[in-house]
């Protein structure tokens, strides 16, 4: 008898699900895409951290496109269009959107971030977190880390960018440095904080030589060496010291 009532109680779940799965489907099938819509609304999704974009270059954006899709029946709203205008934004990495039943239209984005500045005698630029050049933004700065010199720019997005992403991710070293000066792709030298330059060449054997550079650090702290302006890592087992 338990048997013939699990079974059947398994049925009308199941009936239920399947009456449940038609109804939603003839629900959002029949969604009166002749309401109007809604003027756009953003969900900037990184506001907390920086902002490179605003509402009102966006709002702008889309006017001047003829993308408005305020007042315009859902069925004539192009989220497409919007989306790819949106991601046109040289401070925007990726768009999407989307309408509410209700006609709300939603654009979701995602700024770009910079990963490390760029200066030279002819451009200043950030290399982001795509590994991709991005302009400076007029207002907000970015707390970066910025190559000086003559950086060619994929120098930057290859050898300087794997150094930046390096010490970011080590708790020692990722406040420490500001600047990395070039003079060519084997002659790159950081420097911290305090003024003190570390030379290291190219950017070959990275990880090994900043291994090299807190092993002398540590021996040096504990019989208060010298104190230097320079600290050369390009020979092999070595760290030479200018005052």
Same mark, same amino acid.
């Given at each position: 008898m338990?048997e013939i009532v ?13 009456v449940y ?5 003839v ?7 002749t ?24 709002n702008?954006?889309?006017?001047h496109?003829?993308?408005n ?8 709203v ?12 040289p ?6 959107c989307?309408?509410?039943?209700? +006609? ?13 500045g ?26 970066v880390?910025?190559?000086? +010199? ?8 290859k ?20 600047r990395?000066d070039?003079?060519d ?16 060449g ?11 550079l807190?092993?002398?650090e540590?021996?040096?702290a ?8 320079e600290?050369?890592?390009r ?5 030479? +010291?200018?005052?």
């Amino acid at each position: 008898m338990k048997e013939i009532v699990k079974h059947i109680i398994v049925g009308i779940v199941v009936a239920l699900i399947g009456v449940y799965l038609i109804a939603a489907a003839v629900w959002f099938s029949s969604r009166p895409k002749t309401t109007p819509c809604s003027a756009i609304e953003w969900d900037i999704r990184d506001l907390a951290d920086c902002q490179y974009v605003t509402e009102e270059e966006l709002n702008t954006l889309i006017r001047h496109t003829n993308l408005n899709p305020e007042n315009l029946p859902q069925e004539q709203v192009l989220t497409q269009a919007i989306e790819a205008c949106v991601q046109s934004h040289p401070m925007v990495r990726q768009a999407q959107c989307y309408i509410t039943r209700q +006609g709300r239209v939603i654009v979701r984005l995602t700024q770009r971030q910079p990963l490390m500045g760029v200066r030279t005698e002819s451009a200043s630029y950030y290399i982001d977190s795509d590994r991709l050049r991005m302009p400076l933004h007029s207002h907000e700065k970015a707390d970066v880390i910025w190559a000086i +010199g003559n950086v060619e720019e994929d120098l930057a997005k290859k050898e300087l960018a794997d150094i930046v992403v390096w010490l970011q991710d080590q708790t020692r070293w990722e406040d420490r440095f500001e600047r990395i000066d070039v003079q060519d792709k084997n002659n790159i030298t950081l420097v911290d904080t305090t003024g003190l330059k570390i030379r290291i060449g190219d950017g070959s054997q990275f990880e090994s030589k900043m291994h090299k550079l807190h092993v002398f650090e540590t021996q040096m702290a504990k019989v208060e060496g010298k104190e230097y302006k320079e600290l050369d890592l390009r020979y092999k087992n070595q760290v030479i +010291g200018k005052e």
